[in-house]
Every structure is written in C-alpha cells, then in structure tokens.
C-alpha cells in the first residue's frame, strides 16, 4: 500500500526537484553559518579578559547560540528535526557532533 501524502508526479516535476534543491542549499548554508558563528564565540569567549596573565585564555563554556537571523525559523526548524542542531531553550540551538 503506498502513502497518499507522496506524489510520484512530484519527483518528476522540474519545479519541485528545483525547490528541493534549493531547500537542500539553504539548509548547507545555514548549517554553515551556525558552524562559523559558534566559532566565532568561543574563540571571543575564550580570548576574554579575565584570565591569568601567563595563561591562553580559558576554555570557553559557550555551547549553544542564537542562530543567525538571515535565515528563517523554519529552517533551524528542520535542522533540528533532522538531528543536526538541538534545542537549548529561549531561541538557543547547540550543534550535534556527528
């Protein structure tokens, strides 16, 4: 028995398999984002005054972030769905290593 909600017509419309692809890019960019942004705040966390003056830094205690603002909800959305990120509460999502 085959599922109503999967169209077979829809894996051959040339619309739909550009939004796929399109969806697919925007989730790899977003991704990206996220990756950088995190970077970027644990590197200025662990750079931050505060340390012993003979010490590198500290380790930094970031793990979650707001995820950046260029993309829309729905997106870290279904990130989260797919495993990728977590909920951290109030807005926050934590990248999942593989």
Do not use: C
């Not at 419309?13 to 984002?33: F, H, N, T, Y």
């Not at 909800?73 to 807005?91: H, I, N, P």
């Amino acid at each position: 028995m085959s599922d109503p909600s999967v169209n077979a017509d829809a894996e051959l419309d040339p619309d739909a398999i550009a939004k796929a692809a399109a969806r697919k890019e925007e989730l790899r960019l977003a991704m990206k984002a996220f990756r950088k942004r995190l970077k970027l705040m644990k590197l200025d966390d662990e750079s931050r005054l505060g340390h012993g003056p003979m010490s590198g830094g500290g380790r930094s205690g970031v793990v979650a972030i707001t995820p950046p603002n260029q993309f829309a909800k729905d997106v870290w959305e279904e990130l989260t769905e797919q495993g990728k990120l977590k909920r951290a509460g109030r807005g926050l999502y934590e990248l999942i290593e593989p």
